[in-house]
């Protein structure tokens, strides 16, 4: 069994990555975001998920990383390829 972790990033950017850090030394297997445009809390910085986490694997060694959702309605489908395919080899084959 894998578990893995949540992380909506509507804090400051060095406290989403202390909360990226946490997870990844707590042992768990992924570290998940999500893909929305607007943020879901209100008026804090909430940050776009893919670039979210090409930097989050720039913070981290081995925890997996992916988002929840990522909707070809947002994007189209051939940049999302492309975004996923930077994730993946930004964070050395770590993208679920």
Same mark, same amino acid.
């Given at each position: 069994? @894998?578990?893995?972790?949540? /992380?909506?990033?509507?804090?400051? %950017?060095?406290?989403?990555?202390?909360?990226?850090?946490?997870?990844?030394?707590?042992? *768990?297997? &992924? +570290?998940?975001?999500?893909? #929305?445009?607007?943020?879901?809390?209100?008026? @804090?910085?909430?940050?776009?998920? %893919?670039?979210?986490?090409?930097?989050?694997?720039?913070?981290? &060694?081995?925890?997996?990383?992916?988002?929840?959702? &990522?909707?070809?309605?947002? $994007?189209?489908? $051939? /940049? /999302?390829? @492309?975004?996923?395919?930077?994730?993946? #080899? +930004? &964070?050395?084959?770590? *993208?679920?």
């Amino acid at each position: 069994m @894998k578990f893995g972790a949540v /992380l909506v990033p509507f804090e400051p %950017w060095e406290q989403v990555v202390r909360w990226a850090r946490e997870v990844e030394e707590l042992g *768990l297997d &992924s +570290l998940w975001v999500p893909d #929305h445009l607007v943020n879901p809390v209100g008026s @804090k910085p909430f940050y776009e998920g %893919w670039t979210t986490l090409a930097a989050l694997a720039q913070e981290t &060694s081995r925890i997996r990383v992916g988002t929840l959702v &990522s909707s070809i309605v947002f $994007r189209e489908p $051939r /940049l /999302l390829a @492309k975004q996923a395919l930077a994730v993946d #080899h +930004l &964070s050395g084959g770590r *993208l679920e």
